[in-house]
């Protein structure tokens, strides 16, 4: 079982810069892959970008080039930097992970970005 708490979200004007944290309850260091999933009103959730336990990352074609997710293990964090934001990346933002099968979300941390 884990605890997921994303902080970090904010408003912020298009062309901006924010960096969201995911920080778990326990140790992040053997779960295979985290991930950061996105739900704007009145539409699907999804995903934004994963870190692997290895480090291989994958991000959604929407956000590439403009957001790189990165994992501390010692601090049971992980973090999606998102740069030259746009008002189409409004949504709320949840942090993901696989526990032995289980899957578990955060309460999500609301980005605006305005134009």
């Known amino acids: 079982q884990v605890q997921l708490v994303e902080s970090g979200g904010g408003l912020v004007q298009a062309g901006g810069s924010l960096r969201l944290s995911c920080a778990a309850s326990?140790?992040?260091?053997?779960?295979?892959?985290m991930g950061w999933y996105r739900q704007a009103p009145g539409k699907q959730r999804e995903l934004v970008a994963i870190?692997?336990?290895?480090?291989?990352?994958s991000y959604a074609d929407s956000v590439k080039g403009r957001s790189t997710i990165s994992r501390d293990n010692d601090m049971n964090t992980v973090y999606l930097q998102m740069n030259s934001l746009k008002p189409e990346d409004t949504a709320v933002y949840y942090c993901?992970?696989?526990?032995?099968?289980?899957?578990?979300w955060g309460q999500g941390t609301q980005v605006t970005v305005s134009s």
């Open positions: 326990r140790s992040i260091f053997s779960l295979n892959a």
């Open positions: 993901n992970a696989n526990v032995l099968g289980t899957t578990y």
């Open positions: 870190i692997r336990r290895s480090g291989p990352t």
